[in-house]
């Protein structure tokens, strides 16, 4: 009894929560309201038994990966988004539609199974069940693979994450591994470096408005100090 | 040594020296080694040939026509297609005269073509003629005798157009080869048509069938036999398919000399021979040829008396001749005819070599109207005209007056419509008379031109620039053009000692079957035609009638020329020609049949080619296969490219649903 | 409770989230209705470990969390450095790849 009225309070928050990260324009509403949603879930997991699950959902994700949101989005800036979608309302009433679409067919899948299983209210648990030991168990023994194999991806991530967010050029320039690439052994322009990709750590006022100067006018004496950009390309 | 060896012995030194001149190549432009060579080549064929000959005379006369074979090349149920001779009397006469003439006239090319930066592939060319010629000559069945055809065909072509860089050589071989590979494709479908029936393609085996051919299957054996005689005709150059003769004498005169007097023109005259047992079968097909052999004669004849190029006379009178000998072989009298073609071969050799001195004497010229007076100044040429001459007028005793006169007496004997053919021959000797004399007359008599006083003095006249006879344009002497020097028979050994061969055999030729005294040939030729169903006894009235008109007619011939020509200047035949102006057009443009054969063949050919090109391969094949189907191939990648927008949202859209779908049907599913 | 409830409820946050991707226009917020997607595909694979009483259910929902979190990752760091090379922050605008 009891045990329905959390339910339907959590499913509630959650619920919500995810409404306000659909319909949200601000994004950093969209992220609290994130928050919001996580929460929510990880005590839905507590009904489901899941301790060590809901621990780790509060930690990892309304933990760290809202962190990392939030910081994102403070960086990026929390422009507010236009209503109008570039695509016209035709695309979004689409959308819509296909998301309920979704939604109905999933539902009855769920509803409208014949299985047993679904209708009850689950198989007798153990002691234990859902605790870190349990899981921990697991990891070793059963799924020792898939562990070691997530291991290594957090691995690629962390490097890829590291390479992504690196500062190009250094404070003065100094101890770029690329810098050979800037006296004339640079790749054509276009084939996808990282250093075309990234671009310029804070680039200058200077350089911003160089830049808008050297779209009209084509030849221009090539600069010495930040010449990663080929003057004939446009910038892109 | 059996004879069969001997002639594939025969048959292989010519290829031997084609090879080896072949790879030669890059001599022919100092040393004559390559010349000499083939001479070798053809004296050594011309050695077994004699060999074979001997060797053939040693078997008694039932056992005279040997077969042997190299290997099966495709044996199956109803062909039988395989590398094999066929030694006979008749194939051995034609191997004998061909590689004989053929050697001579190498001999003569060996100082003719002297200077001529083509000369190790003149060689090369001819030998694989004579190769091809004897290919031809030996076959045994359709098989090879196609084969043989063709390889004439192309060695024919191809020194035609020897002087390539000219273009009247080259358009010259080019109407040859359509001509000629007209008549290939006659004697491969003949050759079905004869097929359907007898189940082999061997000689002696088809012709042990042809009684019953000719009793069962009338409509068919006449049909082969005609698209057979279309081959013939084209290659011995009788009407309709002769236009191309007179424009091969483009090509170097010994060519002329090899192959339109001794040699290539004589295959259709050998085929009709050799198929004479077919050819008895079905009259009318015999009578075909013999209608179209007296009409050429007679046309060619005509022709000859208003022609100007001293080669193209030549060239008109073999066609004649060899009517003759189309007349001769398809009427049933095959021995006079393959004498006939033994003596043409001598004398009209002859001749030609000897214009081909002439020409040189004139620096290149070919021009009738330009060459006067050269009897002081070349006296050995111009008794080779005379002996030449005379045998093709037809005066005794040169062999030229007994072969012809025996077709005619045969003709005779026949009876019935043939003494249509009696008259018209004895009256195309007349005109060949005539105008085989207008020829020497206006060459060698009356007052000697400039070239002809310069070579009085000892000195071989030179054009100052050389330059093409027919149409003036100026050439130089490299490659693909003739050669800077000249050579006459007065000054070359080599050409003084096959002209003066041919001349012995043009005058003794006749020996070998004199009536009434001789039989050699017939004998020879016996075991070959002694199934013939036709049969000619010699009355003697005739005989004897024959022989006196023969003479009569052929020195009034050389009378009326030397009236006209030698003595009377031309004028008469000038006041001639203003008389019979309309008639004189007809015969200077050679009866029109060039420009029919352009209205009604080429012109429709050049307008399907043009049609076939801008019509149907512009737009049907390039605009609706080639174009539809990229088109087809372009619209769909269009389609399917406009997919993949970069759009973020559209791909994750397409992933949604797709998912859905899938969900929907596993749904619909349970 | 009956399982079918939390199934209910997955598929309801699924939908929203896909409704969400296809039609934010904010890089970031796409991601973040993938973080609802996953989140939602997390509740249905515990409430089946539940359902069946062992733990696969919860190592695998585990899985999901640091596949999620790594693609975090990622996905922040190229919409950082699109801020940084100053352009339009706008997965409408971003089409460079296509064919």
Known sequence: MLRDIFFFLFAIGVLSGAMGVVVLRNPFYAVLSLVVHLLSLALLFLLLQAQFLAAAQVIVYAGAVIVLYVFVVAYVGSSVEPIRASAGPGLRALSVLFATALAVELLIAVVGSTLAGIDGDGEK????FGTPSFIGELLLTRFLFPFELATILLLMAAVGAVVLARRRGGIDGAGDVLAPLQFGLRPPPGT???????????????????????????AVAPRAETAQLDPQEPSR | MSPTTAAWLALAFPLAGTIINALLYRTGRTSRLTGYVGTAALALSFAFAIVAFLSLQGRDPEHRQIVSTLYDYAVTGSIDARMAI???????????????????????????????????????????????????????????????WAFVTAASTLLISFWYRRQTATRAGVKSFVINVLGDIGIILGTFFILRHTGTLDFLGTFAQAQELGAQHQADLTAGLILLLVGAFAKSAQIPLHTWLPDAMEGPTPVSALIHAATMVTAGVYLIARMHPLFEQSATAANVGAIVGV???????????????????????????????????????????????????????????????????????????????????????????????????????????????EILLVQAQIGGWHWILYVVGYLAAFLTAIYTWRMIFRAFWGEPNEQARELEHGHLWHAPQPTNPATGEVEDTDVGFPGPEHHIAEREGPMKLAMGTLAFLA??????????????????????????????HASNGKLWLGLALGAALGLAGIFIAYKIWATGDGRAALHLRERLAGVHRLFVNKWYFDEIIGWLIVRPASWFGRFAQQTFERIVVNGVFVGGSTGVVRAGSAAVRALQSGFLRAYAALLLVGAAAVILYFLLQS | MSITWYLCLSALVFSLGAAGVLT?????????????????????LVAFSRMWGNGDGQVFAIIVMVVAACEVAIGLGLVVAIFRRRLPVDVDELRELHG
Not at chain 1, 193 to 215: C, F, H, W, Y
Not at chain 2, 512 to 517: A, E, F, R, S
């Open chain 1, 125 to 128: 648990i153990l002691f234990g």
């Open chain 1, 192 to 218: 996808g470096t990282m250093k075309e990709g990234v671009g310029d750590i804070n680039p200058t006022a200077e350089l911003s408005r160089s830049r808008e100067q050297e779209a009209p006018v084509a």
């Open chain 2, 86 to 148: 066929l030694v006979d009397p008749l194939s051995v006469l034609m191997l004998l005269v061909v590689t004989g003439v053929s050697m001579l006239i190498h001999l003569y090319s060996v100082a003719y073509m002297g200077g001529d930066r083509g000369y190790a592939r003149f060689f090369a060319y001819l030998n694989f003629f004579v190769f091809s010629m004897l290919l031809l000559v030996l076959a045994s069945n359709f098989v090879l005798l196609v084969i043989g």
């Open chain 2, 295 to 405: 009409v050429t004669l007679l046309v060619a004849a005509t022709i000859g008396l208003v022609v100007t190029d001293l080669k193209r006379i030549i060239a008109y009178s073999t066609m004649s001749q060899i009517g003759y000998m189309i007349m001769a072989v398809s009427t049933g009298a095959y021995v006079a005819g393959m004498f006939h073609l033994m003596t043409h071969a001598f004398f009209k050799a002859l001749l030609f070599m000897a214009a081909g001195s002439v020409i040189s004497a004139m620096g290149g010229e070919q021009n009738l109207d330009r060459m006067r007076g050269f009897r002081k100044a070349m006296p050995f040429t111009y008794g080779c005209f005379v002996i030449g001459g005379l045998a093709l007028a037809g005066i005794p005793p040169f062999s030229g007056f007994f072969s012809k006169d």
């Open chain 2, 507 to 536: 005058t003794i030729g006749g020996i070998v079957l004199i009536p009434k005294t001789t039989t050699w040939l017939d004998d020879f030729l016996e075991p070959t035609f002694a199934n013939s169903s036709v049969v000619h």
């Open chain 3, 24 to 44: 934010r226009r904010n890089p970031l917020v796409v991601l973040l209705c993938l973080e609802l997607m996953l989140n939602a595909g997390n509740l249905a």
